[in-house]
């Protein structure tokens, strides 16, 4: 089977905050295939981040695509805000939410693309059912919170079974969808998850780091893409 192009997407996690406009700029520049917006509530994970507001401030002043991962509990009282706000994919943890399946399908009523995302410690054997009623399976290779954390072994295998059970349930006729993996990506790591079936990669850290020209962030992508 011929494989997928591989997606990249930097996160906004890595950049420097205090140049946020000129950052989100060199990622458009340079080619990315989206921005990746981590929304945190300090409730379901033990950090704050950004808003509706940071959301609609960066969309005023590009045209990239954006995901908005929501790391938040009641994901449902955001949705219309996050959409106004300018977001194109929202993403939303199965441990967040009692119904998910009612979470994504209100999200694409929104007009908008749906993902779910999966912590390292739950069950994959959670997401098959997901298949056909979302844009993107994201799994977790770090705990999600924080930037800079090291990548978790496991998560490859993670990849592989999922990628398997998409590829098994598209021959039946549903639909397929992205697996993307979030956390600890570098080149190792995105090499093993990309063999393992993933075909959307994000990136803080290591995109971010050093030299923020359009050149190293384009030479960085590369590298992910494999």
């Keep these: 089977m011929k494989r997928d192009r591989v997606l990249v997407a930097p996160s906004v996690m890595g950049a420097d905050l205090s140049r946020l406009g000129e950052?989100?700029?060199?990622?458009?520049?340079?080619?990315?295939?989206?921005l990746h917006i981590d929304v945190m509530d300090g409730h379901f994970v033990p950090n704050?981040?950004?808003?509706?507001?940071t959301i609609a401030a960066i969309n005023r002043t590009s045209d990239i695509f954006l995901e908005v991962h929501?790391?938040?509990?009641?994901?449902?009282?955001?949705?219309?805000?996050?959409?106004?706000?300018?977001?194109?994919?929202?993403?939303?943890h199965f441990e967040a939410s009692e119904d998910v399946e009612?979470?994504?399908?209100?999200?694409?009523?929104?007009?908008?693309q749906s993902g779910v995302a999966f912590s390292?410690?739950?069950?994959?054997?959670?997401?098959?059912?997901?298949f056909g009623k979302t844009d993107l399976i994201l799994l977790m290779s770090v705990h999600p919170g924080f930037s800079g954390q090291e990548f978790i072994s496991e998560t490859v295998?993670?990849?592989?079974?999922?990628r398997q059970e998409l590829d098994k349930a598209v021959e039946?006729?549903?639909s397929p969808c992205l697996i993307e993996v979030d956390g600890g990506i570098d080149d190792h790591s995105a090499y093993s998850c990309v063999e393992?079936?993933?075909?959307?990669?994000?990136?803080?850290?290591?995109?971010?780091?050093?030299?923020n020209s359009v050149e190293a962030m384009q030479q960085r992508i590369a590298l992910l893409r494999g």
């Design 196 to 211: 393992a079936g993933a075909n959307a990669l994000v990136a803080a850290s290591y995109l971010f780091k050093g030299d």
């Design 102 to 112: 009612e979470l994504l399908a209100y999200i694409r009523r929104c007009g908008v």
């Design 48 to 53: 704050l981040t950004f808003g509706p507001d």
């Design 70 to 92: 929501a790391m938040i509990y009641n994901p449902f009282d955001f949705i219309e805000k996050f959409v106004a706000s300018g977001a194109d994919r929202i993403v939303v």
């Design 172 to 174: 039946d006729g549903i």
């Design 157 to 162: 295998d993670r990849v592989k079974f999922v």
């Design 23 to 34: 950052e989100v700029a060199l990622v458009e520049s340079s080619g990315a295939d989206f």
């Design 120 to 130: 390292p410690e739950t069950s994959v054997e959670f997401i098959p059912k997901f």
